[in-house]
């Protein structure tokens, strides 16, 4: 999702701090969807004041990941499948978009825009890091849409690559996950630079609605691990 916070000064290191504690415990569903809890709560597990964790808290809201009651506190915001599905079938037609005008372009430049992306995903030995993978991974698809040479269209996709992140990054979670991930790249690759612009889109549609069902999967699989573990004894 989107980080309001780039370009400003950012001097309030504590609440930077704050602020990746607590979204990496939301994506690692320590803290679960639908969970409610104050700003006390927070600074004193924390051991700060409420000043820095009220900050960090409105950098996650503006985000998209928890929403505030003025009441009763704050909630980790419920998940909405429908929601990430709608945005996944957005990302399909921008990126069909992309690699249309792609194949579309002399032979040479298309290449030449597409060398790096090439040499990674084909030509160099594959890494096995599931997080890394993640990070190449939307850099591959946001890529694509930003050599197509239109900034509206890769604004977009960049804001769409950051809301879907807290479900997307699971995809990589499994190494059958990750060989898919490379072998179909290598394929949309070689069909854009081939020219083959039926193939190539059908190919990354194909690459990302299954992705979509198995990043559900995952997803589903873990809140309820994390559910479970929740109510056991210690």
């Known amino acids: 999702m989107k980080d309001n916070r780039k370009g400003k000064a950012r001097p309030e290191a504590l609440a930077e701090r704050i602020y990746q504690t607590l979204k990496n415990d939301i994506f690692d569903f320590r803290l679960m969807p639908g969970d409610r809890f104050s700003e006390n709560e927070i600074a004193e597990r924390m051991s700060v004041s409420r000043t820095p964790v009220r900050q960090a808290l409105f950098w996650l809201e503006r985000e998209g990941y ?12 419920p998940f909405d499948f429908e929601y990430f599905e709608q945005l996944y079938d957005f990302r399909i037609v921008l990126e069909r978009e992309a690699v249309r005008r792609l194949c579309g372009m002399a032979a040479g430049r298309c290449a030449e825009l597409l060398a ?32 197509t040479g239109n900034g ?10 950051e809301k879907i992140r807290i479900i997307r990054r699971l995809d990589f979670t ?3 996950r990750i060989d898919a991930t490379y072998s179909e790249h290598a394929r949309i690759l070689l069909a854009i630079l081939q020219h083959q ?32 573990k929740s109510v056991s004894p210690s």
């Not at 928890?66 to 915001?77: I, T």
């Not at 509206?152 to 690559?161: D, F, K, P, Q, Y």
């Not at 999967?217 to 873990?222: A, C, G, N, S």
Request: hydrophobic share 35%; aromatic share 6%; net charge negative.
């Open 116 to 147: 790096d992306l090439k040499r990674f995903w084909i030509e160099t030995p594959r890494l096995e890091e599931g997080e890394t993978v993640s990070r190449h991974d939307e850099d591959f698809h946001r890529s694509l849409v930003s050599a």
């Open 174 to 176: 499994r190494e059958d």
């Open 66 to 77: 928890v929403e505030v009651y003025f009441r009763s506190g704050w909630q980790v915001k």
């Open 152 to 161: 509206e269209m890769a604004r977009v996709h960049t804001e769409l690559t």
């Open 197 to 228: 612009t039926e193939e190539a889109q059908r190919i990354l549609t194909d690459h990302i609605s299954v992705s979509k069902a198995e990043v559900r999967k995952i997803t589903l699989h873990m809140l309820q691990q994390a559910r479970l």
